[in-house]
């Protein structure tokens, strides 16, 4: 039972952070006629009073946060199965977990000191499309961006995830996760769409980050100030599962054991 708990609380703290970051995400959109990609929010809360120690927490919460998704999908905590639309799932799971662990990176070497501002996605994308069959790579990642951007558009549809909270959680958490998971669905179909079609066409170095996805928005503006609402709301209904999020132990312990 312990070994449960300790993954409830990494999936707590991870939460919590991902509500920080995506709160701040949309906030800056809003606030400023430019925008901020997930690493340049990370980087305004260093620059912020005591931003080194908040920026080593949200961290720590990112890295709990992608441990969690990416243990979760090893043993199948939400219980898709291992047919191909369970499998198709836990891979969904695995990679946000891995995006998770690379924010969580990104942010500890910015608590160090390390430069790195500037073309997060696009020296990443240029990396991966330097590999060998680098590009086709690429183009998988794109792909899964826009099965993930699909997922996110039938989480905002069905409210489904209100199955993943506690019954006393607010009944306005169904409102904000659909909103949430809506300008989700829009910025990933997006970010997947540019991902993919920058690596079939031999232009990596033309992959960028959200904050690149959200410009693109600006045009017309009021698109772009909706996707950057939902998103801060996505950051809200975070802070609600951070809170609420439940986790059935018989069924953990079962896949566990098994």
Same mark, same amino acid.
């Given at each position: /039972?312990n070994r449960?708990v300790r993954?409830?609380?990494? #999936?707590? %703290?991870? &939460?919590?952070?991902?509500?920080?970051?995506?709160?701040?995400l949309?906030? *800056?959109a809003l606030a400023?006629?430019?925008?901020?990609?997930?690493?340049g929010?990370?980087?305004r %809360?260093?620059?912020?009073?005591l931003?080194g120690?908040l920026?080593a927490?949200?961290?720590? +919460?990112l890295?709990?946060?992608?441990?969690?998704?990416?243990y979760?999908?090893?043993? @199948? %905590?939400?219980?898709?199965?291992?047919?191909?639309?369970?499998?198709a799932k836990?891979t969904?799971?695995?990679?946000?977990?891995l !995006?998770?662990?690379y924010?969580?990176?990104f942010a %500890?070497?910015?608590? /160090?000191?390390?430069n790195?501002?500037?073309?997060?996605?696009q020296?990443a994308?240029?990396s991966?499309?330097?590999l060998p !069959?680098?590009?086709?790579l690429? +183009?998988l990642?794109?792909i899964?961006? $826009?099965? !993930?951007?699909l997922?996110?558009?039938?989480?905002? &549809?069905?409210?489904? *995830?209100m199955?993943l $909270?506690?019954a006393d959680?607010?009944?306005? #958490?169904?409102y904000?996760?659909?909103?949430?998971?809506?300008?989700?669905?829009?910025?990933?179909?997006?970010?997947g769409w540019?991902i993919?079609?920058?690596?079939?066409?031999?232009?990596?170095? @033309?992959?960028?980050g959200i904050?690149?996805?959200? @410009?693109?928005?600006?045009d017309p503006?009021?698109?772009?100030?909706?996707v950057?609402?939902?998103l801060?709301?996505?950051?809200? *209904?975070?802070?609600?599962?951070?809170?609420?999020?439940?986790i059935?132990?018989d @069924?953990v312990l079962?896949?566990?054991?098994?």
């Amino acid at each position: /039972m312990n070994r449960v708990v300790r993954i409830q609380n990494f #999936a707590r %703290i991870g &939460y919590l952070a991902r509500g920080v970051v995506y709160i701040l995400l949309g906030y *800056f959109a809003l606030a400023s006629a430019g925008s901020q990609g997930t690493t340049g929010v990370l980087e305004r %809360i260093m620059q912020a009073p005591l931003g080194g120690i908040l920026l080593a927490l949200v961290g720590i +919460g990112l890295a709990g946060y992608g441990v969690f998704r990416l243990y979760g999908a090893i043993i @199948d %905590i939400q219980g898709d199965g291992t047919d191909i639309t369970g499998l198709a799932k836990r891979t969904g799971h695995a990679a946000s977990g891995l !995006a998770h662990l690379y924010l969580a990176w990104f942010a %500890i070497r910015t608590v /160090m000191g390390a430069n790195l501002s500037g073309g997060g996605g696009q020296e990443a994308a240029s990396s991966i499309a330097s590999l060998p !069959a680098g590009e086709i790579l690429l +183009g998988l990642i794109g792909i899964g961006f $826009l099965l !993930a951007g699909l997922n996110q558009a039938v989480k905002a &549809y069905t409210g489904k *995830f209100m199955s993943l $909270l506690d019954a006393d959680a607010p009944h306005q #958490a169904e409102y904000l996760g659909r909103a949430g998971y809506a300008a989700r669905a829009v910025v990933y179909a997006l970010l997947g769409w540019k991902i993919a079609t920058s690596a079939f066409s031999g232009r990596a170095t @033309d992959v960028g980050g959200i904050g690149a996805v959200l @410009d693109a928005l600006s045009d017309p503006q009021w698109l772009y100030m909706v996707v950057a609402a939902g998103l801060f709301l996505f950051g809200v *209904f975070s802070l609600v599962m951070a809170r609420y999020r439940t986790i059935r132990n018989d @069924d953990v312990l079962n896949r566990l054991r098994g």
